[in-house]
């Protein structure tokens, strides 16, 4: 099968409005979690989130349409638009470029907006936007347009790790023959009052409202939820061939990639992490068993899944654990745009050669006894690099990225 290599990144985030930005704040451990002012949070018992409060879509779409793409879309227009700059094109052929989008629940905003002016002043006041902007694949939509991206348009709604799953299924697409290349981007944009209020109710947010800095602690031991945060993340993968010919810049290849299914429950983590295990071992089969020397980690800050994570990365890689951190402690958990942003944040990684940090790490949890690098980045020369999401309904995802030397 054909090599895949990364060649151009996006990233918007509640720490930065761009990839340079945002891996920086990341790096330094700044933390972008702080009162919500989207929506008035009287009513509701959590008052915090990961929110993007700088962001003009205006810069990146004409105002006209702007209204006829919910706020998911627009983020993710402005990381792709950043990764297909990043990748540095001249020209390409559209019929062989394709796109593969991610989002966890999609227009949730505009579904909550129109659903109460259904129910106040009837259906006869819907927007016609309504449907195009709600649905999670309009996303691929309006950016394959932007870029005349004729190939495969490809969508995964598998909740917190599809956007790792679109990354993959871009790479199955090149290796298969079915595109040369293709542009990832996960976006998603839930801070609403459905969306924040049905999280809440499930008990799985942090209520730490008055210090929204520490309120996202993975591995920590007084966790008390994760944080819900808004973003997207952006990758451009061609096949190894095509980027040498044009001269590419090449981030690192995409060495393995692996994907199981818990069947065990809607919202918990499989015991022990059996399944997040089974998708490492998978990843780690493909790319040929190679020493990884640090792994981005789910990590939302809830108390089992740090925990399953944990169980599940001693059980595979036994005594010679890598490094692991996760960055939700500064961006909040960004649901369907976990897995895009944090491939990215993967790949920054490597170019720079430091681990980012697990920021708020201040009690010790024994049940999570890893190196999780507490609080301050670390630098490293990272050839291999592992990045994990796994989502409600049991579905894992991993990505392994190595570092190319020319």
């Not at 704040?25 to 989130?49: M, Y």
């Not at 402005?78 to 020209?91: P, T």
């Not at 790319?287 to 059980?315: C, F, L, Q, R």
């Amino acid at each position: 099968m054909k090599r895949v290599v990364v060649t151009g990144l996006g990233m918007i985030n509640s720490v930065g409005l761009d990839k340079e930005s945002s891996f920086k704040a990341i790096i330094e451990g700044e933390c972008g979690i702080k009162r919500i002012s989207l929506f008035d949070t009287e009513k509701h018992s959590v008052k915090i989130a990961g929110e993007i409060s700088d962001f003009d879509p205006t810069t990146v779409m004409n105002p006209k349409d702007v209204k006829k793409a919910d706020r998911f879309i627009q983020l993710g227009i402005k990381a792709a638009k950043e990764a297909m700059e990043d990748a540095g094109f001249k020209e390409y052929e559209s019929e062989r470029f394709g796109i593969s989008a991610a989002s966890g629940i999609g227009g949730l905003t505009n579904i909550e907006k129109n659903s109460v002016i259904a129910h106040q002043r009837g259906p006869r006041r819907i927007s016609p936007f309504f449907i195009p902007s709600a649905l999670v694949n309009m996303l691929g939509g309006f950016v394959s347009i932007e870029h005349k991206l004729k190939g495969p348009n490809l969508s995964s709604v598998t909740a917190c790790a599809a956007g790792t799953h679109a990354v993959s299924e871009a790479a199955k697409t090149i290796m298969l023959g079915g595109a040369d290349r293709m542009l990832v981007v996960g976006a998603e944009a839930a801070i609403c009052e459905i969306g924040v209020g049905g999280f809440a109710a499930m008990k799985a947010l942090s209520t730490r409202n008055d210090d929204p800095k520490h309120a996202s602690r993975p591995f920590d031991k007084d966790r008390d939820g994760f944080v819900i945060g808004e973003g997207a993340g952006a990758l451009v993968l061609e096949t190894y061939e095509a980027a040498k010919a044009r001269g590419a810049r090449i981030y690192a290849e995409l060495i393995g990639f692996g994907e199981s299914g818990d069947a065990n429950h809607i919202t918990t983590p499989a015991p022990q992490g059996e399944g997040a295990a089974r998708a490492m071992r998978a990843a780690l089969k493909m790319a040929g068993h190679p020493k990884v020397d640090y792994i981005n980690a789910h990590g939302t800050s809830t108390k089992y899944n740090d925990w399953y994570e944990t169980m599940a990365i001693k059980s595979v890689f036994k005594e010679h654990v890598p490094l692991v951190s996760s960055t939700k402690g500064q961006i909040g958990h960004c649901l369907g745009a976990a897995g895009a942003t944090e491939a990215v944040i993967s790949l920054m990684a490597i170019r720079d050669g430091v681990v980012p940090p697990t920021i708020n790490y201040v009690t010790p949890d024994p049940d999570c006894d890893l190196d999780y690098v507490p609080n301050s980045a670390r630098e490293c020369n990272l050839e291999v690099v592992m990045s994990n999401s796994f989502g409600f309904g049991g579905t894992n995802g991993v990505l392994i990225f190595k570092k190319i030397k020319e």
